[in-house]
């Protein structure tokens, strides 16, 4: 027999071979991809540095070239003989349409003449004849100088014109302003298109040129924070899904760029680049994918010759899984047979809160005599004094006396129906309840034991009425039962006193407080058949039914000791809302 259960030591030296095996291509495999990874990363960077470094040469050189030919164009346009004569004889006919004629051949954005006073005589832009610009710059700073005047100028679009301006001169005197806008706006969208950001910042390092426009205005380090990352675990999460990248330059939107810049021969400009590394990521995952798919497929051999030995091994599953069938079936008899002890077990837990109910009936019925007793005595002395009074014909005093046994009488009747409706089961239907009702009555069931006793009863109750959805003496039975246990947990006190408190918010709620020793064993409170009480007193079903009777309402019911002693019961219960009241009374 121990032939049979010892394992193979062939098998087992095969199996940590097999395993071994694994283990070394996997190591082999990471080693790889590590060292492949980290060499082309390096290549592939420095490859994308190159051309990054070209590019903006490129740019840089385009930059100064359109600057410088169009420095020369207000130099060439102030010594116009026709712009010149028609300053001279305030004749403007023909200088928009000159102007025009020039714009094409010389590329610039616009062209503008401004006589002496600053006001629009000629433009290649018709909508700007007329405008006054004689407190503008690159005015006023063009009549005081002789040469040829560059200004940056903001707009209010939040971007920058970049204007040449030349005063024009017949002889000695000034006739006006030439003024040449270069159009450097296009060179953002065509690298907007090429490059990930270009910026051109002036010598104060403001930036007056920049594929992204929020950035216009803004210094480096202020358009930088501007996209950083949301947070530094952010960060950290996307540096740790970007294994492949180089510790980075800076942070673009939220994504590491490699930094270039270089120096432009214009009024101490600079131009800086910020490239990704998504063609850097794209070249190395690209290798890599190829590398971690061969390993994968020797992985998928390895893993297959595997499960060819533990298919020998199935056979035996088979015989297992027979027997789990059978125990299988075995246990879903079991079920429904707990299933069938359940329900009888259901039946069984109704006829206990009945019972428990007669039970609490019969233990009130004592008390609720000796309310009768104290009725049935008034009533006998209203009667003796009639009888007096009628002999002696005072009529009036005799029927006073005849109206309080009346009232008596309906006392007695309230009293008796409250003993009557508590004895019957409550209706399956719900009805809307009025909670301030239902604990008036309670408390009036309870008033001869609480007068027996003399305990101490504080109430507190809102101004507008709290309503639920339930039957009424179900709710009476839960009530009358807290406010039993309440009274029987005060006796051991000198001054007993019960806190009776309903408030309404999300859930009616009735708060029931006593100054009693408190709870012992709050686990098995609502246990059934769970009591402090001495035998005899009880049987220990009143909270287990109080708690079921809750939970069918749609509520709950718990307890707990209070911070200055005693016990604390709280019902709490759906408030009945105006249209749910609407509903249920339709």
Same mark, same amino acid.
């Given at each position: 027999?121990?032939?049979?259960?010892?394992?193979?030591?062939?098998?087992?030296?095969?199996?940590?071979?097999?395993?071994?095996?694994?283990?070394?291509?996997?190591?082999?495999?990471?080693?790889?991809?590590?060292?492949?990874?980290?060499?082309?990363?390096?290549?592939?960077?420095?490859?994308?540095?190159?051309?990054?470094?070209?590019?903006?040469?490129?740019?840089?050189?385009?930059?100064?070239?359109?600057?410088?030919?169009?420095?020369?164009?207000?130099?060439?346009?102030?010594?116009?003989?026709?712009?010149?004569?028609?300053?001279?004889?305030?004749?403007?006919?023909?200088?928009?349409?000159?102007?025009?004629?020039?714009?094409?051949?010389?590329?610039?954005?616009?062209?503008?003449?401004?006589?002496?006073?600053?006001?629009?005589?000629?433009?290649?832009?018709?909508?700007?004849?007329?405008?006054?610009?004689?407190?503008?710059?690159?005015?006023?700073?063009?009549?005081?100088?002789?040469?040829?005047?560059?200004?940056?100028?903001?707009?209010?679009?939040?971007?920058?014109?970049?204007?040449?301006?030349?005063?024009?001169?017949?002889?000695?005197?000034?006739?006006?302003?030439?003024?040449?806008?270069?159009?450097?706006?296009?060179?953002?969208?065509?690298?907007?298109?090429?490059?990930?950001?270009?910026?051109?910042?002036?010598?104060?390092?403001?930036?007056?040129?920049?594929?992204?426009?929020?950035?216009?205005?803004?210094?480096?380090?202020?358009?930088?924070?501007?996209?950083?990352?949301?947070?530094?675990?952010?960060?950290?999460?996307?540096?740790?899904?970007?294994?492949?990248?180089?510790?980075?330059?800076?942070?673009?939107?939220?994504?590491?760029?490699?930094?270039?810049?270089?120096?432009?021969?214009?009024?101490?400009?600079?131009?800086?680049?910020?490239?990704?590394?998504?063609?850097?990521?794209?070249?190395?995952?690209?290798?890599?994918?190829?590398?971690?798919?061969?390993?994968?497929?020797?992985?998928?051999?390895?893993?297959?010759?595997? #499960?060819?030995? /533990?298919?020998?091994?199935?056979? =035996?599953? +088979?015989?297992?899984?027979?027997?789990? %069938?059978? !125990?299988?079936? $075995?246990?879903?008899?079991?079920?429904?047979?707990?299933?069938?002890?359940?329900?009888?077990?259901?039946?069984?837990?109704?006829?206990?809160?009945?019972?428990?109910?007669?039970?609490?009936?019969?233990?009130?019925?004592?008390?609720?005599?000796?309310?009768?007793?104290?009725?049935?005595?008034?009533?006998?002395?209203?009667?003796?004094?009639?009888?007096?009074?009628?002999?002696?014909?005072?009529?009036?005093?005799?029927?006073?006396?005849?109206?309080?046994?009346?009232?008596?009488?309906?006392?007695?009747?309230?009293?008796?129906?409250?003993?009557?409706?508590?004895?019957?089961?409550?209706?399956?239907?719900?009805?809307?309840?009025?909670?301030?009702?239902?604990?008036? #009555?309670?408390? /009036?069931?309870?008033?001869?034991? =609480?007068? +027996?006793?003399?305990?101490?009863?504080? %109430?507190? !109750?809102?101004? $507008?009425?709290?309503?639920?959805?339930?039957?009424?003496?179900?709710?009476?039975?839960?009530?009358?039962?807290?406010?039993?246990?309440?009274?029987?947990?005060?006796?051991?006190?000198?001054?007993?006193?019960?806190?009776?408190?309903?408030?309404?918010?999300?859930?009616?709620?009735?708060?029931?407080?006593?100054?009693?020793?408190?709870?012992?064993?709050?686990?098995?409170?609502?246990?059934?058949?769970?009591?402090?009480?001495?035998?005899?007193?009880?049987?220990?079903?009143?909270?287990?039914?109080?708690?079921?009777?809750?939970?069918?309402?749609?509520?709950?019911?718990?307890?707990?000791?209070?911070?200055?002693?005693?016990?604390?019961?709280?019902?709490?219960?759906?408030?009945?809302?105006?249209?749910?009241?609407?509903?249920?009374?339709?």
């Amino acid at each position: 027999m121990s032939a049979d259960t010892d394992p193979d030591p062939p098998a087992l030296t095969n199996s940590w071979r097999v395993r071994a095996a694994v283990v070394t291509l996997i190591v082999i495999a990471v080693a790889v991809v590590s060292v492949t990874n980290r060499l082309l990363t390096d290549r592939f960077t420095e490859s994308t540095r190159n051309r990054a470094e070209l590019r903006l040469a490129l740019y840089s050189g385009n930059l100064l070239s359109e600057l410088r030919q169009n420095a020369i164009v207000p130099q060439l346009l102030a010594r116009d003989a026709e712009l010149i004569n028609a300053l001279n004889s305030a004749d403007y006919t023909a200088s928009t349409r000159r102007l025009i004629s020039f714009v094409d051949e010389i590329g610039a954005a616009s062209l503008m003449l401004l006589d002496i006073d600053g006001r629009t005589v000629a433009a290649t832009d018709r909508n700007r004849l007329g405008s006054s610009f004689r407190s503008e710059a690159y005015f006023v700073d063009a009549i005081r100088s002789s040469a040829t005047l560059f200004t940056v100028a903001p707009t209010e679009t939040g971007g920058f014109d970049f204007i040449y301006s030349r005063r024009v001169l017949s002889g000695s005197d000034v006739l006006g302003v030439i003024v040449v806008e270069v159009e450097l706006q296009k060179f953002e969208r065509a690298w907007a298109g090429i490059s990930d950001a270009v910026i051109v910042t002036d010598s104060t390092g403001a930036i007056i040129l920049s594929t992204e426009p929020r950035w216009r205005g803004r210094t480096e380090e202020e358009a930088l924070a501007r996209q950083t990352p949301q947070n530094a675990i952010q960060r950290a999460i996307q540096a740790t899904a970007d294994w492949t990248a180089l510790p980075p330059d800076a942070y673009l939107q939220g994504e590491a760029v490699m930094r270039l810049d270089t120096r432009i021969p214009f009024r101490g400009w600079k131009m800086a680049s910020f490239t990704t590394y998504a063609s850097v990521r794209e070249k190395v995952n690209g290798v890599l994918a190829l590398e971690i798919m061969g390993f994968a497929i020797l992985l998928a051999l390895t893993f297959y010759a595997l #499960s060819r030995r /533990s298919a020998l091994r199935m056979a =035996l599953f +088979q015989q297992e899984s027979a027997e789990l %069938r059978s !125990l299988n079936a $075995a246990l879903q008899r079991e079920i429904a047979e707990r299933k069938r002890v359940q329900e009888t077990l259901a039946v069984a837990e109704q006829t206990l809160e009945q019972s428990s109910k007669l039970a609490a009936l019969g233990e009130m019925s004592a008390a609720v005599s000796h309310e009768l007793n104290q009725p049935l005595a008034a009533m006998k002395t209203y009667l003796a004094g009639a009888r007096l009074l009628l002999r002696r014909n005072r009529q009036e005093e005799a029927l006073s006396s005849f109206g309080r046994i009346d009232d008596l009488i309906e006392r007695m009747g309230g009293i008796t129906r409250q003993l009557k409706s508590y004895a019957r089961k409550g209706q399956e239907a719900f009805s809307p309840v009025d909670m301030g009702e239902a604990l008036a #009555s309670s408390l /009036s069931m309870m008033e001869p034991q =609480l007068r +027996q006793r003399q305990v101490e009863i504080m %109430r507190v !109750l809102p101004e $507008a009425p709290v309503r639920v959805m339930g039957d009424r003496l179900r709710i009476e039975q839960v009530m009358v039962n807290l406010l039993r246990n309440a009274i029987d947990a005060t006796k051991s006190e000198r001054q007993p006193k019960v806190e009776v408190m309903l408030s309404a918010g999300e859930t009616a709620t009735l708060t029931v407080r006593d100054n009693g020793p408190g709870i012992e064993d709050l686990d098995s409170l609502f246990e059934p058949f769970y009591t402090t009480k001495q035998p005899g007193d009880g049987v220990g079903l009143g909270l287990a039914i109080s708690s079921g009777i809750v939970n069918d309402l749609g509520g709950r019911l718990t307890a707990r000791n209070g911070q200055a002693g005693g016990a604390v019961f709280e019902m709490q219960l759906p408030v009945l809302t105006g249209d749910e009241a609407t509903q249920a009374a339709e």
